[in-house]
């Protein structure tokens, strides 16, 4: 059971929620249990299973606002109660981010490139068009002019981050990035592949398939941005020995009908 000091410190942190993680402020006392310990927001570590620890036992807890103020801070409330709870049976160990979780806050889906084409001003990019299940396609820019031949992309089924903010490349505005696989070299780079059968718009997920119906809502650009969303997320994700995209070693990435796979590259980052 939380302590009495457990409580006041779940109750004090309720006025302390913003979108995205919970944050601990450091102008004021905050009342922990005695054996906790406490060092600046920079001590971050990652934990057994890619978990993100806060070092002194407080852990950064990821809570994106989906709905009322009144409801935010009764997250907020439970998350430090677990918090807490975590300081007291763990000790310095804490409580910890969910990287799979987080993760699934990335808006990833099946896109399909209707057309690509040079970019007039950057001799390194290709501009596509992309078919992202929306009712306009969007226009996204990417680096592998060096990597992929242009007659190979079109019409090609790819893997997009749609939730990242647009981007000015060169004077055209870049909405998402297409997911690619690379060697530690990054001298050869694959375009990740949706598995046969998924439809543009799609969502695309790591876990289970059952996982599915406990997805979390996708976080906004601004959240992604502001919370470092996917800086936190892609250091995880690598392909494994059959090829299938993965995170943190164990959850596929998967759509509705399999995993999504880069065609040749095994034990590859991702990004």
Request: charged fraction near 20%; proline fraction near 6%.
């Amino acid at each position: 059971m939380p302590t009495a000091a457990a409580a006041a410190a779940a109750a004090a942190s309720n006025a302390l929620l913003r979108c995205g993680l919970h944050f601990i402020s450091w102008r004021r006392p905050l009342l922990l249990p005695a054996s906790a310990k406490t060092k600046t927001p920079s001590s971050l570590s990652i934990g057994r299973g890619g978990a993100l620890l806060l070092r002194g036992g407080v852990a950064l807890a990821p809570s994106f606002c989906t709905a009322s103020p009144d409801a935010a801070s009764a997250a907020t409330s439970d998350a430090v109660e677990e918090a807490a709870a975590g300081n007291s049976s763990n000790g310095s160990a804490g409580a910890a981010i969910d990287v799979k979780e987080v993760a699934n806050t990335l808006d990833l889906r099946v896109g399909r490139i209707l057309k690509a084409w040079r970019h007039e001003e950057a001799d390194t990019l290709y501009v596509e068009e992309v078919d992202v299940g929306e009712a306009d396609p969007r226009i996204i820019c990417s680096g592998l002019v060096k990597y992929v031949p242009l007659d190979l992309l079109q019409g090609r089924n790819v893997v997009v981050l749609a939730n990242l903010k647009a981007r000015n490349m060169r004077g055209v505005k870049s909405s998402g990035m297409l997911m690619a696989a690379s060697d530690a070299s990054h001298e050869n780079v694959e375009l990740l592949v949706p598995p046969e059968g998924s439809l543009p718009g799609e969502r695309i997920w790591f876990g289970s398939e059952s996982d599915k119906e406990t997805l979390p809502p996708v976080a906004t650009p601004n959240q992604v941005q502001k919370k470092k969303i996917w800086e936190m997320v892609q250091p995880h994700l690598k392909t494994d020995e059959s090829r299938n995209a993965i995170l943190l070693g164990q959850h596929l990435m998967r759509t509705s009908v399999g995993a999504v796979t880069s065609p040749s590259l095994k034990n590859a980052n991702i990004s």
